[in-house]
């Protein structure tokens, strides 16, 4: 009997009941950016991802051994010019819980400003459209010019804080989120942990004992400096050929 041995190719085929409507949603999101970059907005894609620590380690214990492990969230912001010239931000997920930094969005929208002027911030819709109840779908559909807060792990979105520094804010549907050069800049990120954590390691003996040490820190800073503006502008060109081709099929 056929089957699919990567689930991601199941989640291509399946088709959803409100695919046209996610269809809609997605036209009107490139309208609007290609309308805000003919008036001169730069683009911008901002958002986070997780770091676990088996990746970082690369120990992995299996699902017979499966514990909860410290997972750090990574907060940054890149465009066809590279980052973003703001620090990024990495918090434990543990603490994220307990305390969101309200002032990060403000505080990357003031230096966006600084460097770029005026800018479109692209933040990725994390929730699921298979998620969200029909109601919900249409109201976002008929609304997707006027974005709600968009909330990340570590911060809030607001369209107000980014028009306070004459930004606009866009919410891309997560259904096409390949459309978020972000994504594929940090799966970048991974795979250069994964294969250079090594270099990063320190080891210490004391007495019977052998501790490891991970940089973590300069880790991280190393791999986000290895994709420089020539792969951002790669990444950028990429997506832009998917913005063409969804714009000529779905209009």
Known sequence: MPHFANPLLRNIIIKSPYDSIMRKKCLQYLKTLRTL??????????????????????????????????????????????????????????????????????????????????????????????????NEIKESQAQAHVPSVINLTSTMCCPEVAKSCDHELLSLPSLYSYLNPLDSAWSFLKWFIINNRKEFCLRSIDGAYMYQYILLSSLISKGIERINPSKWRTLTNKVRRWENYYLGKFS
């Open 37 to 134: 970059q003919y008036d001169g907005f730069k683009t911008i894609y901002f958002g986070e991802t997780d770091i676990p620590e088996s990746l970082i380690t690369g120990e992995d214990f299996g699902d017979a051994y499966f514990k909860q492990s410290p997972t750090w969230c990574i907060l940054h912001a890149g465009g066809s010019h590279g980052w973003v010239p703001w620090k990024y931000q990495m918090f434990l997920r543990d603490e994220l819980c307990v305390r969101l930094e309200d002032s990060l969005f403000f505080e990357f929208c003031d230096v966006a400003k600084k460097a770029y002027g005026k800018c479109t911030i692209v933040v990725k819709d994390e929730r699921q459209h298979d998620e969200m109840r029909p």
